[in-house]
């Protein structure tokens, strides 16, 4: 309304230079993340752990988009090699400002037969995973800060964004490993915001019917059928969840949040899927 607030304008493009790191950015909403942010204005670290022509590929669009992008590796189950991810893009980039924990496990197993192998992978890649990654980015984001600054001169907050999934809010059967990796990477989201104010915010996407399952296609009749049970009536694109990213790397005055991309799907009593 006019004359309420401040008056304070916000810069039509607040993303631009900044210099973001999307894990698993090689494919997937990890790949669409990558390239929303850089279409922003954003120069994109493109991290992967096995998929390196996939993450050569993201980073040579993000080049035609006309922003800078670097290809860096790491098995996120290694706190070591998270270390040297975060090593080198200190060295070869002059700040951090968004981190997108994007990359994730997606295993499936019976309640009786979860493998504790796969139990112990859900925690280390969805969970502590987010939390090292979130911890050295904040370290460089505060080291940094000075370079950027926010529409009323300010050091400029860094950002942060995990990506979430349905089944850290409803009860699907099949995926409990991964089903509770989710729920306390939510947690985190809410802990580490508090934990970092206010020189970083932390919020969460929560994306419902945006990809179909592995061996499941795009165009298939399924994927479309599961689309018509949310509220919208269809089922999204990655460019949907790309958007929700750039939104809350681009409000300053947002932390802590979830926001879901689903169509309306949570609020279906059990999500509307039963996982998938």
Sequence with gaps: ??????????????LEDAVALVTGAGHRLGRAI?????????????????????????????RRLGREALTLPADLR????????????????????ILVNSAATFARAPFDEIPVDDWDASLEVNVRAPFLCTRLAARLMRDTAADRVDADGRPAAGSVV???????????????????????????????ARELAPGVRV?????????PPAGEELSGEAWRRKGERVPLGRVGDPSHVAAS???????????GDTLFVDGGEHLLAGGGRDGG
């Design 78 to 97: 290694e706190p070591d090699e998270i270390a040297e991810l975060f090593r080198q893009t200190r060295d070869r980039l002059p700040r951090l400002d």
């Design 203 to 211: 919020n969460a996407v929560v994306p419902g019917p945006i990809l």
């Design 162 to 192: 995990n990506i979430g999934d349905m089944s850290g809010i409803v009860a699907w059967r099949g995926y409990v490993q991964h089903g509770v990796s989710k729920a306390a990477l939510l947690h985190f989201t809410r802990l580490s």
């Design 245 to 255: 990213v750039v939104y809350l790397c681009e409000n300053d005055y947002v932390t």
């Design 34 to 62: 990558a390239l929303g942010l850089a279409r922003a204005g954003a120069d994109v670290v493109v991290h992967y752990g096995r998929s390196r022509e996939a993450a050569e590929g993201t980073a040579d669009d993000i």
């Design 1 to 14: 309304m006019a004359g309420v607030g401040s008056g304070r304008q916000l810069p039509p493009m607040l």
